[in-house]
């Protein structure tokens, strides 16, 4: 099967995210660079850095510098299912510097991609089998910005 690969477009800063992105996650690294030619499409300047291919965990990802006609929007995230608080917590923190932290566990990074930070566990107290052990384990997430897991199933056990 042919491998489905994220472009991400940027304003003309995708060698510099995709340069932070492969610090920020394990297994990750750049892998090549292509420039633009002459009488480009956007008119970006002849040699500049039009493309970034890159992988993260192991994913592979490309960086489109196609100027500053399209922005990203919460339509689009990306989720990191941490293993721990503190994995969660290193995440939050890396990738909302500078950038904008939003409710439930999601921010946008200084780039202005959004990402939705939470320790693996939230997924299974709020899909919890009882439904009042969901419902507070829920209410509890509805009221953070960082997700917090020892709070919200301390919730969740009423």
Request: charged share 20%; glycine share 10%.
């Amino acid at each position: 099967m042919t491998p489905i690969t994220p472009c991400l477009w940027f304003a003309g800063d995708g060698e510099r995210a995709a340069e932070f992105y492969t610090s920020v996650f394990p297994d990750s690294r750049v892998v090549g660079t292509t420039a633009y030619g002459p009488d480009n499409p956007g008119g970006m300047p002849e040699g500049s850095v039009m493309t970034v291919e890159f992988e993260i965990n192991g994913r592979p990802f490309v960086a489109l510098n196609g100027g500053p006609e399209f922005t990203f929007s919460e339509a689009i995230s990306f989720q990191i299912a941490c293993d721990s608080q503190e994995e969660a917590d290193r995440y939050w923190d890396v990738l909302g510097e500078g950038g904008e932290f939003g409710p439930c566990g999601w921010l946008k990074d200084k780039f202005g991609l959004s990402w939705q930070v939470f320790p693996a566990e939230l997924t299974t107290l709020i899909a919890d089998p009882d439904p009042q052990r969901a419902q507070r384990a829920m209410q509890a997430m509805l009221q953070q910005s960082k997700i917090d897991i020892a709070a919200i199933r301390a919730a969740a056990d009423g």
